[in-house]
């Protein structure tokens, strides 16, 4: 089967033949297979129709670049974007918006919902995220039945289960299409201040060699005190990013290397900037030159504007959420057309935007989430590494991670970069905001209708949760009502 010049994948036929038939599908693919395809296709498909169609996605810059992608495609006339602070062409035939924006639409039964024929929810497997994740089960819940769902997903193990749930609370066929093949294979090494880019298992047997060596026992025996010193360990050396971009060479870039920290990637930067590893490039000067002139003054005379431009006159970019609109577009533009050849950014890079690099570095395998350090989950590793490979272009992509020795577990890394085996869970958790807009919009038998519905009472009880005790799915709900009726907020 063809679309539009391109000869499609098994799943992405699959996925089609079920929209074809009004089915709501959830596609779980790795990262970078060209699951949006699909989305491009419902578009297409009801671009005459009067129905419309609404996309959604968890993070500001994915709608932004949706906007743009779909805008040049179908006609700005068509495309409507809604962020958190930008609302373009409200009443569009296909509405591109923040996952937020349309649980807050359905929640408050928006008029403008009820003539949408599909939802498209990209990166759904964001239902996972202990903060964000009810977002998208209040919004399935919430919505119409009416309305058929398009869910994108890189690899879920459970996949069958999030579509029985959906179909069960919705009354109507959810077809579930798998695909556990990448187009461009992921080959995974890791870098050593002694060893340079190694394989695990030749890093971990080195290890081993090291640990019987006699001055093994000095990196972790005090040093012997002498007079006015401190009782000291010696350190390891620690990995340096500079000497792995070096060892990357010009034949592995462009490169993607992930950080969890906001200043970490513009002081990594700053650093590769400064180590004479790139010339400065005069297509990157004029390109900055054009896009920054029209800039007021207070944006380019900010320190971070001045940084980025001493970097990208080089090649080397830095992306995080924390950066001016303008900052990131600029960056996403050099990228794009392949001028920056190192860019140090956060995770948010990896979610969904559609900017592979030949090689994917990982500053941690570790991240900070809050509360304390801990290992990153398979899903958060290969959603990152999933970067690395263009399509049609390169025949792997290279994943290369950080080894601190001091904090290195065979068993934990191996298992982490094998496979993504990490299943969705709900993270459903009431929140008095949600509680107000049901109270407001619902009758008491609607609302312990709604509750029943989580996918929290679905994974936890089974196709059996309807059985389930009334106190026990109002339990929370009744404890946040006792607290509104005490501050009078419900009168």
């Not at 401190?230 to 792995?244: A, G, S, Y």
């Not at 969705?424 to 008095?432: C, D, R």
Request: hydrophobic fraction near 35%; aromatic fraction near 10%; proline fraction near 4%.
């Amino acid at each position: 089967m063809k679309y539009k010049g391109l000869t499609l994948d098994k799943f992405q036929e699959e996925a089609i033949n079920a929209i074809e038939q009004n089915q709501s599908v959830v596609v779980s693919a790795p990262t970078g297979s060209g699951k949006t395809l699909t989305a491009d296709y419902i578009i297409n498909k009801n671009k005459n129709s009067k129905k419309r169609i609404i996309y959604t996605a968890p993070i500001k810059a994915l709608s932004n670049q949706k906007f743009k992608d779909f805008s040049e495609e179908y006609g700005g006339a068509n495309v409507g974007l809604m962020t958190g602070d930008i609302v373009i062409n409200l009443t569009a035939k296909f509405l591109i918006m923040t996952t937020e924006i349309y649980r807050n639409m359905v929640l408050t039964s928006d008029e403008s919902v009820k003539d949408v024929a599909y939802v498209i929810f990209d990166e759904v497997h964001y239902i996972n995220d202990p903060e964000r994740g009810s977002v998208w089960e209040e919004s399935v819940i919430y919505s119409p039945k009416n309305v058929r769902f398009l869910c994108l997903s890189a690899t879920i193990p459970n996949a069958q289960e999030f579509a029985d749930w959906i179909s069960a609370i919705k009354e109507h066929q959810v077809i579930t299409v798998r695909s556990d093949v990448r187009v461009v294979p992921l080959k995974h090494m890791f870098f050593d201040f002694e060893l340079g880019i190694t394989d695990l298992k030749t890093a971990n047997k080195h290890f081993e060699e090291v640990k019987k060596m006699p001055s093994y026992d000095s990196y972790f025996k005090p040093r012997s005190r002498t007079r006015g010193s401190r009782n000291k360990r010696e350190k390891i050396p620690d990995p340096d990013h500079v000497e792995l971009i070096k060892e990357l060479g010009p034949e592995r870039v462009p490169c993607l290397y992930f950080t969890f920290s906001r200043k970490d990637t513009q002081n990594k930067a700053k650093e590769l900037a400064r180590s004479n590893t790139y010339k400065q490039n005069k297509e990157i000067i004029s390109i900055c030159h054009n896009a920054m002139k029209d800039w007021s003054k207070e944006i380019t005379q900010l320190p971070t504007t001045k940084l980025l431009r001493e970097c990208l006159n080089k090649g080397i970019g830095f992306h995080h959420a924390g950066l001016l609109p303008a900052l990131k577009e600029l960056v996403e533009l050099l990228f794009a057309k392949g001028l920056i050849k190192v860019l140090y950014t956060t995770e948010t890079f990896a979610v969904g935007i559609n900017m592979p690099a030949k090689t994917v570095c990982f500053n941690d395998l570790r991240k900070y989430d809050g509360r304390s350090f801990r290992q990153l989950n398979t899903k958060e590793y290969f959603q990152i590494a999933g970067r690395a490979g263009r399509r049609g272009i390169d025949p792997e992509g290279l994943v290369v991670s950080m080894i601190y020795r001091r904090h290195f577990k065979y068993r934990e890394i191996k298992k982490l970069t094998y496979k993504d085996v990490l299943p969705i869970q709900s993270q459903f958790k009431l929140s008095v905001n949600t509680t107000i807009n049901i109270i407001d919009q619902h009758t008491p038998e609607q609302i312990e209708f709604i509750l029943r519905q989580s996918f929290y009472s679905y994974q936890k009880f089974g196709k059996k949760w309807n059985d389930v005790p009334t106190d026990r799915v109002l339990y929370r709900y009744n404890r946040i009502v006792k607290k509104l009726k005490r501050g009078g907020f419900l009168d």
